[in-house]
Protein backbone atom coordinates (compact mmCIF):
# COMPACT_ATOMS: atom_id res chain seq x y z
CA UNK A 1 0.00 0.00 0.00
CA UNK A 2 3.14 2.11 0.46
CA UNK A 3 4.85 1.90 -2.86
CA UNK A 4 3.86 5.29 -4.07
CA UNK A 5 5.41 4.91 -7.52
CA UNK A 6 3.52 1.96 -8.09
CA UNK A 7 0.27 3.78 -7.58
CA UNK A 8 1.37 6.64 -9.67
CA UNK A 9 2.02 4.17 -12.55
CA UNK A 10 -0.96 2.82 -12.23
CA UNK A 11 -2.76 5.88 -11.96
CA UNK A 12 -0.92 6.79 -15.92
CA UNK A 13 -2.03 3.07 -17.27
CA UNK A 14 -5.43 3.68 -15.64
CA UNK A 15 -5.43 7.00 -17.97
CA UNK A 16 -4.44 5.30 -21.30
CA UNK A 17 -7.10 2.68 -20.89
CA UNK A 18 -9.52 5.27 -20.33
CA UNK A 19 -8.77 7.01 -23.42
CA UNK A 20 -9.02 4.12 -25.92
CA UNK A 21 -12.68 3.01 -23.65
CA UNK A 22 -15.34 1.58 -26.55
CA UNK A 23 -17.64 3.92 -24.40
CA UNK A 24 -16.98 7.56 -25.72
CA UNK A 25 -18.29 9.20 -22.73
CA UNK A 26 -15.71 7.40 -20.23
CA UNK A 27 -13.25 9.22 -22.41
CA UNK A 28 -13.06 12.81 -21.11
CA UNK A 29 -12.27 11.41 -18.02
CA UNK A 30 -8.62 10.26 -16.33
CA UNK A 31 -7.00 9.49 -12.90
CA UNK A 32 -4.51 11.92 -10.79
CA UNK A 33 -4.15 9.38 -8.09
CA UNK A 34 -5.09 6.86 -6.24
CA UNK A 35 -4.37 7.46 -2.03
CA UNK A 36 -5.12 3.85 -0.44
CA UNK A 37 -6.64 3.46 2.59
CA UNK A 38 -7.14 -0.24 3.63
CA UNK A 39 -6.20 -3.49 2.02
CA UNK A 40 -8.17 -6.92 2.58
CA UNK A 41 -6.44 -10.21 2.17
CA UNK A 42 -8.70 -12.36 -0.68
CA UNK A 43 -8.50 -15.89 -1.28
CA UNK A 44 -6.57 -14.25 -4.90
CA UNK A 45 -5.02 -11.66 -3.17
CA UNK A 46 -5.37 -8.31 -1.70
CA UNK A 47 -8.05 -6.33 -2.56
CA UNK A 48 -6.81 -2.16 -2.00
CA UNK A 49 -9.32 0.33 -0.92
CA UNK A 50 -9.18 3.62 -0.69
CA UNK A 51 -9.82 7.16 -3.13
CA UNK A 52 -9.00 7.74 -6.22
CA UNK A 53 -8.85 11.16 -8.00
CA UNK A 54 -10.84 11.88 -11.01
CA UNK A 55 -10.90 14.40 -13.49
CA UNK A 56 -14.06 14.75 -15.67
CA UNK A 57 -12.11 16.74 -18.48
CA UNK A 58 -10.82 19.72 -17.77
CA UNK A 59 -13.79 21.12 -15.63
CA UNK A 60 -13.27 19.44 -12.25
CA UNK A 61 -11.54 16.95 -10.06
CA UNK A 62 -14.01 14.45 -7.87
CA UNK A 63 -12.96 11.99 -5.24
CA UNK A 64 -14.04 8.07 -6.09
CA UNK A 65 -14.20 5.28 -3.94
CA UNK A 66 -11.81 2.66 -5.53
CA UNK A 67 -10.96 -1.32 -5.23
CA UNK A 68 -7.86 -2.50 -6.80
CA UNK A 69 -7.42 -6.29 -6.87
CA UNK A 70 -3.60 -7.51 -6.36
CA UNK A 71 -2.63 -10.97 -7.65
CA UNK A 72 -1.23 -13.05 -4.68
CA UNK A 73 1.61 -13.49 -7.73
CA UNK A 74 2.38 -9.65 -7.40
CA UNK A 75 2.25 -9.25 -3.65
CA UNK A 76 6.07 -10.02 -2.73
CA UNK A 77 8.13 -9.20 -5.98
CA UNK A 78 8.65 -5.74 -7.58
CA UNK A 79 5.58 -4.18 -9.21
CA UNK A 80 7.03 -1.86 -11.94
CA UNK A 81 5.87 -4.14 -14.41
CA UNK A 82 2.17 -5.06 -13.92
CA UNK A 83 -0.78 -4.73 -16.61
CA UNK A 84 -4.55 -3.99 -15.66
CA UNK A 85 -6.68 -6.97 -16.66
CA UNK A 86 -9.97 -4.96 -16.10
CA UNK A 87 -11.21 -1.74 -15.41
CA UNK A 88 -14.43 0.08 -14.79
CA UNK A 89 -15.04 3.65 -13.90
CA UNK A 90 -18.46 4.05 -13.39
CA UNK A 91 -18.85 7.87 -12.85
CA UNK A 92 -22.85 8.01 -11.61
CA UNK A 93 -21.47 5.79 -8.58
CA UNK A 94 -18.20 7.50 -8.25
CA UNK A 95 -16.59 4.18 -7.85
CA UNK A 96 -13.47 2.82 -10.15
CA UNK A 97 -12.58 -1.10 -9.67
CA UNK A 98 -9.27 -1.99 -11.02
CA UNK A 99 -8.36 -6.39 -11.73
CA UNK A 100 -4.24 -6.06 -12.02
CA UNK A 101 -2.30 -8.97 -13.58
CA UNK A 102 0.95 -10.44 -14.61
CA UNK A 103 2.38 -8.46 -16.95
CA UNK A 104 2.51 -11.14 -19.41
CA UNK A 105 -1.33 -11.61 -19.39
CA UNK A 106 -3.79 -8.78 -20.42
CA UNK A 107 -8.06 -9.87 -20.48
Given amino acids: MKDQLFWTKLAFTACGL?????????RGFWIDDFI??????TKLGVDVE???????????MYPYRFIVSVPQEMLHRRRDSFS??????D???????VEMCNENYVA
Avoid: H
Fill in 50 to 60: GTAWVGDGSRA
Fill in 36 to 41: PESATD
Fill in 84 to 89: IGSSIL
Fill in 91 to 97: WEQQTVQ
Fill in 18 to 26: LREEDDKTL
